[in-house]
């Protein structure tokens, strides 16, 4: 199947959005969430080596999403946390060779790590290897002595008298002065851990054995990450490991996605020429590689009839060598099984299904539905368009197959297909929106993003929507 047949593998969110603003639920999203059914290995799982010589599980326990009494995930609940349920989600993945647990002090809503002490103080020390993270995001946790407050509370809670891995947490962002300035990311790095010493007492600690590694976690301004890189090739500091958002999606298209994000090969590429250990989040993309639609759905089960649409991220989430860990919010025993089974072992990817995957990526990247959900809250338009009808056109279009690249091969077949499409497309549009009620209206007044409830920058959605418009039209046969 090539993309300019279908292209259809859209944002599985948005485009749920629109069928159910459409009336309809989708029909493969059971098939898509569904994890794959049979044996669960025992002994099998891939391990990686870090630079201690350890051998640390291909799949780690991300412990942000851990189950509530109501059996909701404690992420987004105030519910307690339940910690039965905890335990033996904790007892039967060491049971099956997972042997790393990632917390942090502001997880479930600050729960995360005493309930990750409660179940692994039930295991031997050497059993496991833990991670938590220097959170001190608030300005009032910069000074030296409530960051350092913060490191021992963790140890507190994790009922641990060392770190196997502690990082920086999410380096490359901006926040706010005790004077309410918005510092810019650099800013914010150097006033959380350098102008309080933060990082040479973590060094200092790592010398005395109370951090075994040492690292951080990666979101935002690239050139914070650069930045810390350049401290280790200066001889000033090194780092054992580095987390950063890695995903088959964010490999080459994550600037396409978001302008202030950064591919993950750049990433990757940058802490492989260094040697540094890579741990991954995010290797679903926020659940995204999970729900895609009907024709990215089959275009994975016509590889492998048997696997869950979510172990093909994983897989690819692992593909690389210097890939430690990847981290996998589990809140259910079956999305826990299921990455245990892509992992025992790895199966690394081969060439036509890295290929795949990028065809995939790339169509996901290119053509976004608009999560519009047709509440009409932008209307009426002062300039007449029809915002609601012009995102249901073309989220309809791309769900059916009849949003193009623009390529097309010199097969009769390829010529056929691609002036279907492009005439389903276009005389659609003229259907559905009249004319003058078109993107190619919008101005750009902005009067419509402040009443979205979904946040659309409409606008820039109204320029991306017509620029497609106006290439197909300009397309010759």
Same mark, same amino acid.
């Given at each position: 199947?090539?993309?300019?047949?279908?292209?259809?593998?859209?944002?599985?969110?948005?485009?749920?959005?629109?069928?159910?603003?459409?009336?309809?639920?989708?029909?493969?999203?059971?098939?898509?969430?569904?994890?794959?059914?049979?044996?669960?290995?025992?002994?099998?799982?891939?391990?990686?080596?870090?630079?201690?010589?350890?051998?640390?599980?291909?799949?780690?326990?991300?412990?942000?999403?851990?189950?509530?009494?109501?059996?909701?995930?404690?992420?987004?609940?105030?519910?307690?946390?339940?910690?039965?349920?905890?335990?033996?989600?904790?007892?039967?993945?060491?049971?099956?060779?997972?042997?790393?647990?990632?917390?942090?002090?502001?997880?479930?809503?600050?729960?995360?790590?005493?309930?990750?002490?409660?179940?692994?103080?039930?295991?031997?020390?050497?059993?496991?290897?833990?991670?938590?993270?220097?959170?001190?995001?608030?300005?009032?946790?910069?000074?030296?002595?409530?960051?350092?407050?913060?490191?021992?509370?963790?140890?507190?809670?994790?009922?641990?008298?060392?770190?196997?891995?502690?990082?920086?947490?999410?380096?490359?962002?901006?926040?706010?002065?005790?004077?309410?300035?918005?510092?810019?990311?650099?800013?914010?790095?150097?006033?959380?851990?350098?102008?309080?010493?933060?990082?040479?007492?973590?060094?200092?600690?790592?010398?005395?054995?109370?951090?075994?590694?040492?690292?951080?976690?990666?979101?935002?301004?690239?050139?914070?990450?650069?930045?810390?890189?350049?401290?280790?090739?200066?001889?000033?500091?090194?780092?054992?490991?580095?987390?950063?958002?890695?995903?088959? @999606?964010?490999?080459?298209?994550? &600037?396409?996605? $978001? +302008?202030? !994000?950064?591919?993950?090969?750049?990433?990757?590429? *940058?802490? =492989?020429?260094?040697?540094?250990?890579?741990?991954?989040?995010?290797?679903?993309?926020?659940?995204?590689?999970?729900?895609?639609?009907?024709?990215?759905?089959?275009?994975?089960?016509?590889?492998?009839?048997?696997?869950?649409?979510?172990?093909?991220?994983?897989?690819?989430?692992?593909?690389?060598?210097?890939?430690?860990?990847?981290?996998?919010?589990?809140?259910?025993?079956?999305?826990?099984?299921?990455?245990?089974?892509?992992?025992?072992?790895?199966?690394?990817?081969?060439?036509?299904?890295?290929?795949?995957?990028?065809?995939?990526?790339?169509?996901?990247?290119?053509?976004?539905?608009?999560?519009?959900?047709?509440?009409?809250?932008?209307?009426?338009?002062?300039?007449?368009?029809?915002?609601?009808? @012009?995102?249901?056109?073309?989220? &309809?279009?791309? $769900? +059916?197959? !009849?949003?193009?690249?623009?390529?097309?091969?010199? *097969?009769? =077949?390829?010529?056929?297909?691609?002036?279907?499409?492009?005439?389903?497309?276009?005389?659609?549009?003229?259907?559905?929106?009249?004319?003058?009620?078109?993107?190619?209206?919008?101005?750009?007044?902005?009067?419509?993003?402040?009443?979205?409830?979904?946040?659309?920058?409409?606008?820039?959605?109204?320029?991306?929507?017509?620029?497609?418009?106006?290439?197909?039209?300009?397309?010759?046969?």
């Amino acid at each position: 199947m090539d993309r300019r047949k279908f292209l259809k593998t859209a944002s599985a969110g948005a485009v749920a959005t629109a069928a159910v603003a459409a009336g309809c639920t989708p029909k493969n999203q059971t098939v898509a969430e569904g994890v794959s059914l049979g044996e669960v290995p025992v002994g099998k799982m891939t391990m990686r080596e870090n630079l201690h010589g350890e051998q640390v599980s291909l799949l780690g326990y991300g412990c942000m999403r851990f189950p509530t009494l109501d059996g909701n995930s404690g992420r987004e609940q105030d519910q307690e946390l339940d910690q039965d349920a905890i335990n033996d989600l904790v007892d039967y993945a060491i049971g099956h060779g997972v042997n790393l647990f990632d917390t942090a002090p502001p997880y479930c809503k600050g729960r995360s790590e005493h309930a990750v002490g409660i179940a692994l103080s039930r295991h031997k020390r050497d059993e496991y290897f833990v991670s938590t993270k220097l959170s001190n995001f608030n300005c009032n946790t910069w000074p030296r002595q409530e960051s350092i407050k913060m490191y021992h509370n963790s140890m507190k809670e994790l009922q641990v008298d060392y770190l196997d891995y502690y990082m920086l947490h999410s380096i490359g962002g901006t926040r706010k002065d005790a004077a309410g300035n918005e510092l810019d990311p650099m800013q914010t790095l150097k006033a959380r851990f350098f102008d309080n010493g933060m990082l040479d007492f973590l060094c200092e600690e790592r010398e005395k054995g109370r951090i075994h590694n040492l690292g951080f976690s990666y979101h935002g301004d690239i050139r914070v990450f650069d930045y810390l890189l350049s401290l280790q090739d200066q001889g000033l500091y090194h780092w054992d490991h580095v987390l950063i958002q890695h995903n088959y @999606v964010d490999w080459n298209h994550s &600037k396409l996605i $978001n +302008e202030s !994000n950064t591919n993950s090969s750049y990433l990757y590429g *940058e802490l =492989e020429k260094r040697n540094i250990p890579v741990f991954v989040m995010e290797p679903l993309l926020g659940g995204q590689l999970v729900n895609l639609n009907d024709h990215a759905v089959e275009m994975l089960k016509q590889r492998d009839p048997q696997a869950s649409v979510a172990s093909w991220a994983f897989r690819f989430a692992g593909n690389q060598p210097r890939i430690l860990t990847v981290l996998s919010g589990m809140t259910y025993k079956e999305h826990l099984q299921d990455n245990i089974r892509t992992y025992s072992p790895h199966k690394p990817l081969n060439d036509d299904e890295l290929k795949m995957l990028e065809e995939i990526a790339d169509v996901y990247a290119n053509f976004k539905t608009v999560p519009c959900t047709d509440c009409k809250y932008c209307m009426p338009c002062p300039y007449g368009i029809d915002i609601p009808g @012009v995102f249901a056109h073309y989220n &309809k279009c791309l $769900n +059916e197959g !009849n949003v193009l690249n623009g390529e097309r091969e010199a *097969e009769d =077949e390829g010529r056929r297909e691609f002036r279907r499409a492009r005439r389903a497309f276009l005389v659609g549009y003229d259907r559905a929106v009249p004319s003058f009620r078109q993107a190619d209206h919008c101005i750009g007044c902005g009067h419509c993003v402040q009443e979205c409830p979904q946040g659309i920058n409409i606008p820039e959605q109204m320029v991306r929507i017509n620029d497609y418009v106006e290439q197909l039209k300009q397309s010759r046969e």
